[in-house]
């Protein structure tokens, strides 16, 4: 059989190619479907793909943390028209994570009950999310909205917030230490 030659095939080589009157040729693509392989267990690939994904954790901060960072984003907020360059570390939620809080969120303004919320949101959803390191100058500080709106119109939610650095700081920073140095010396 391996030993055939193109002379076997002489004699249909140059018949004229058939074209059906009934019926329209198949286009190439639907042709190359035909052959694609089957994905027998749909939405695999996407499942691996999320499981190797990483997500880090909300870090809580304590007490001391807490306040440090609100005596930052107080001094901040009286030197914003100062332009200083401030370095601001904060939390961003996975996207599948805010859209499950906005999607509980609301249910919650419908009305309703924590059921019909948790039925709202996507269960596959990974919690978690990354930490990011913006540094630029803050334009704006909205306490209303709890959010800081960067020059370059990056918008940082208040509560997301864990680090907040740069020049401007340092006063604080000496008077902290001073505070703590003062307190040791008194007792």
Known sequence: MADR?????????????HVSEHRTHMSMTDRAAQFSPFAALTGYDAAVKETERLTDQRLELDESEQQKLS????LLKSRLNDSSIVEITYFVPDERESLAMQNRAQARWLGLHRTSASQMHDK???????????TGVVKKLDELQRILIMTDGI??????IV????????????????????????S
Request: charged share 30%; hydrophobic share 35%.
């Open 5 to 17: 030659k193109i002379e076997d095939y002489q004699d249909i080589l140059d018949l004229p190619y």
């Open 124 to 134: 596959k959803r990974k919690s978690g999310g990354e930490y990011s390191t913006v």
């Open 163 to 186: 680090e907040l650095n740069g020049a401007i700081f340092r006063s604080i920073n000496d008077s902290f230490a001073w505070k703590i140095i003062l307190t040791i010396y008194n």
């Open 71 to 74: 005596e930052r984003l107080k």
């Open 155 to 160: 918008i940082i939610p208040i509560e997301e």
